[in-house]
């Protein structure tokens, strides 16, 4: 497949994701007085993120060098630990009272196209192969069975499948990261392959750091947090509070 049409399809997954989260803000502040200022917020955060990883990216300041860690490592860190604070925080209860359990686990069906694409740039030659579900990456798996533990839990709420699922998906996604990490040219690179994975340093690859990854892991985190509540409602969730901020 041409490269444009790999970037193109990249470029329309993460604005499908960034759709899909600002419906769930949306959905989640439902009612509530400071529905539309909670939307903007969330849509200027994200765009404004995106813009700025793209700028730095463009700009080579991401090019990974021999000498220094890998510069998209910061990137991945900050979105992490932000990503931590909303889902722990009030944000993130508010997401948990308001989505139901099938909608947090199916909404990692978006790992698969992410695959393909991963597996894609491998095809091409301009991503290593390693990081593909043809080699050590097995991150698809979360994806594909998103769907199928999603109409599970539908059909009958299971705690200890929704945690079990969660913390699978969890630990696939960590697999990924330190595999990529360890291929990173650096001091910290243990792993070397050709091509490297230098690509999720440039534009637009540098969303893949910058914002798909925390956004699964995110997703993880919240439905943990859900299934996690003694009270927690696994497919009909609470319904927020109109006094709540």
């Not at 090019?63 to 992490?80: E, G, H, K, Q, Y």
């Not at 630990?171 to 091509?195: D, E, R, T, W």
Request: charged share 10%; with cysteine.
């Amino acid at each position: 497949m041409p490269q444009i049409v790999v970037d193109l399809f990249f470029v329309t997954l993460v604005l499908a994701c960034v759709t899909l989260v600002l419906r769930a803000v949306n959905d989640a502040w439902r009612g509530h007085t400071s529905r539309g200022r909670a939307f903007a917020i969330a849509a200027l955060t994200i765009f404004a993120w995106l813009g700025i990883t793209t700028g730095i990216a463009l700009s080579g300041m991401l090019t990974p060098s021999p000498d220094r860690i890998p510069p998209n490592l910061p990137v991945l860190a900050f979105t992490m630990i932000a990503m931590l604070v909303l889902t722990l925080g009030p944000v993130g209860r508010r997401m948990v009272d308001s989505l139901s359990a099938p909608k947090l686990i199916g909404f990692q069906v978006f790992r698969v196209p992410v695959e393909l694409v991963l597996f894609m740039l491998a095809v091409n030659g301009v991503g290593p192969e390693l990081l593909s579900f043809e080699g050590r990456n097995f991150d698809i798996i979360t994806g594909l069975t998103a769907p199928l533990v999603a109409w599970l839990v539908w059909k009958r709420p299971n705690k200890a499948l929704v945690i079990g699922w969660n913390v699978l998906g969890l630990a696939l996604l960590a697999n990924v990261l330190a595999h990529a990490v360890l291929s990173m040219p650096g001091p910290m690179q243990k792993i070397f392959v050709q091509p490297g994975p230098e690509i999720v340093a440039g534009f637009p690859y540098i969303w893949l750091p910058a914002y798909l990854v925390p956004l699964a892991a995110a997703g993880h985190v919240l439905s943990l947090r859900q299934a996690l509540k003694p009270s927690a409602a696994l497919v009909t969730p609470a319904k927020p509070e109109v006094a709540a901020t």
